[in-house]
């Protein structure tokens, strides 16, 4: 545990983020947060709402974000003056392994502004090595509560696994949903992209072999999950609808 707050603490150097004390919830402002969210008006993360915020909070603020998105009823923002206040410091409250996919941009379907989630975003929103490392930074580092891993429908990555694509770095790429792929049983008939069905059974299988393969392949996030330090969650999102439907 020593080790890792050391470790914390030099990503945040190396970030370029203030190096922080043990966090220690400031009521003041957590009441003026609390003050803003009841006006419909969107709080800036600080350290202190951050520190204040459990697993279980975190998940249930992008579900509220989500359910405020699809009720037409975003939180009011001032983006640039959010720049401002983050510019010293960003405490976000999750980071978000999601798609490329244009539809899906995680700000607005949750509602969240700036400095509010991490986002790694690759096609096929699939684990590596490099993407386990952001997530490491993300919440050994920088204090984040919450690992989501969303897909979507409609996913084009998926489709191309499904398909066996070959083309230029996507051969690579595709190789790594492909494990969903062969995952999925029950659709011996039409096993393409041209069978709906067998494509949403692989994303919804996708998601959640990337979440076991966090915990498998991570023992930094395993071991912050295992503390309820963190949680792990999965979740699609259907981009003819808007809706995040949580696993
Ligand atoms: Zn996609």
Redesign the pocket.
């Known amino acids: 545990m020593e080790h890792l707050e050391k470790n914390r603490r030099g990503f945040l150097r190396a970030a370029g983020g203030t190096v922080l004390a043990a966090g220690v919830a400031a009521p003041a402002a957590l009441a003026t947060a609390s003050a803003q969210a009841a006006e419909g008006a969107a709080a800036t993360q600080t350290r202190e709402s951050q520190a204040a915020t459990t697993p279980q909070q975190a998940l249930q603020m992008l579900k509220d974000g989500n359910a405020r998105f699809l009720a037409g009823k975003m939180r009011q923002r001032d983006l640039l003056q959010q720049v401002k206040a983050t510019g010293d410091g960003q405490f976000p409250f999750a980071v978000i392994l999601g ?3 244009s539809r ?1 941009p995680n700000e607005w379907i949750f509602d969240q502004g700036v400095g509010d989630i991490f986002n790694a975003r690759i ?3 699939f684990i590596n090595d490099d993407l386990l490392g952001s997530l490491e930074f993300a919440c050994a580092a920088a204090g984040a509560k919450l690992i989501l891993v969303i ?2 429908t409609e ?4 489709k191309g696994a499904c398909d066996d694509i070959i083309l230029g770095n996507l051969t690579h790429m595709l190789a790594n949903i492909r494990p969903a792929v062969a995952a999925v049983t029950g659709f011996e008939s039409d096993r393409t992209s041209s069978n709906a069905a067998f494509v949403q059974a692989v994303a919804n299988k996708n998601v959640v072999l990337a979440m076991a393969r966090i915990r498998e392949r991570s023992a930094i996030l395993r071991d912050l999950d295992d503390k309820g330090e963190i949680a792990i969650a999965g979740a699609m999102y259907d981009v003819r609808t808007g809706q995040v439907t949580f696993m």
Do not use: E, R, T, Y
């Open positions: 798609c490329i996919d899906a096609a096929g929103n897909g979507h996913c084009g990555a998926v």
